[in-house]
C-alpha cells in the first residue's frame, strides 16, 4: 500500500529553527508537496519539490531525496503564526495525490 | 473575491436531514475536488470533477452526492448521514486533473451529524 509518515505533534521556540520530516512510499513518484494549515483555515501551498535537493523560499526551505523516498521542511526564525499543521503530499506515478497526516507544529514563545 | 469559497462554514444536522455543501471558485480553474479531513488522518478524496465530468469517485457512500454544474460550482449533497460523517469537508480547484500544480483550498465546511 501508499503510505505517508510524518510526526503528529511537533513544539519549537520562538526564534528558532524546526524541521518536519516526512518519509513515503508510494507507487511511482511525480513530486511531493507542502502545504501549511492554520486551525480553522483552508489549506495553503507551501513547496513543490520534484528533484533531489533543497529549494529554499525565505524562511521556509523544502528538502528532498528521491532515493531514500524523504522529505523535510525547514522553518528558520519561527515566529508564533508558524504555528500550525504542516501537511506532506505525494504525487504518485498515476497523478494521485496521496497525504500524509500532518504535523500540528505548537511554537511557545 | 477569494479563490474558493464554501458555504456554509458550520452544518449541524441530524441523520434524517437533507442538505447541501456548496464551494465556489473564481480561479478559472477546470478541475474541482471534494476532501472529507478527520482529525489526526490524512486527506480523504472523495470526488474529482475535471472540465465538469466525474473522473473519481473513491468509493464514496451514496448517501453523499456530487453535482457540478459547471466548471465554478461545486456541490455535495448529503442525506441520510451518519455520526462518522462527522468532518471538515474541504473543496479544491487547479487548473486541471492530475497536475502538477497546487491545489487552492476553501476554509471547509464543518459537518456534525447528530
Known amino acids: 500500500g501508499q503510505n505517508i509518515d510524518q510526526p503528529t505533534e511537533m513544539t519549537a521556540t520562538e526564534g528558532a529553527i524546526v524541521q518536519i520530516n516526512c518519509t513515503y512510499q508510494?507507487?511511482?513518484?511525480?513530486?511531493l508537496f507542502w502545504y501549511q494549515q492554520h486551525a480553522g483555515e483552508a489549506p495553503t501551498f507551501l513547496s513543490y519539490n520534484v528533484l533531489d535537493g533543497l529549494e529554499e523560499k525565505g524562511r521556509f526551505s523544502s528538502f528532498l531525496s528521491r532515493s531514500k523516498g524523504y522529505s523535510y521542511l525547514l522553518l528558520k526564525e519561527l515566529q508564533m503564526k508558524d504555528s500550525a499543521s504542516y501537511l506532506c503530499a505525494v504525487l504518485d506515478s498515476n497523478y494521485q495525490l496521496i497525504w500524509g497526516a500532518g504535523t500540528k507544529l505548537i511554537i511557545k514563545p | 473575491e477569494t479563490g474558493v469559497t464554501q458555504t456554509p462554514r458550520h452544518l449541524v444536522m441530524g441523520m434524517t436531514n437533507k442538505k447541501s455543501l456548496k464551494c465556489e471558485q473564481h480561479?478559472?480553474?477546470?478541475?474541482m475536488y471534494w476532501y472529507k479531513q478527520s482529525a489526526k488522518k490524512p486527506l480523504e478524496l472523495m470526488f474529482v470533477?475535471?472540465?465538469?465530468?466525474?473522473?473519481e469517485n473513491n468509493s464514496v457512500p451514496s448517501r453523499f452526492s456530487p453535482e457540478c454544474p459547471n466548471s465554478s460550482h461545486l456541490f455535495l449533497h448529503l442525506h441520510t448521514l451518519q455520526p462518522e460523517d462527522s468532518a471538515l469537508y474541504l473543496c479544491?480547484?487547479?487548473?486541471?486533473?492530475?497536475?502538477?500544480?497546487?491545489?487552492?483550498f476553501g476554509e471547509g465546511s464543518r459537518l456534525t451529524v447528530l
Open positions: 470533477y475535471n472540465f465538469k465530468e466525474q473522473t
Open positions: 479544491a480547484s487547479s487548473q486541471r486533473e492530475a497536475d502538477t500544480g497546487e491545489l487552492f
Open positions: 480561479l478559472g480553474h477546470n478541475a
Open positions: 508510494t507507487s511511482g513518484f511525480n513530486g
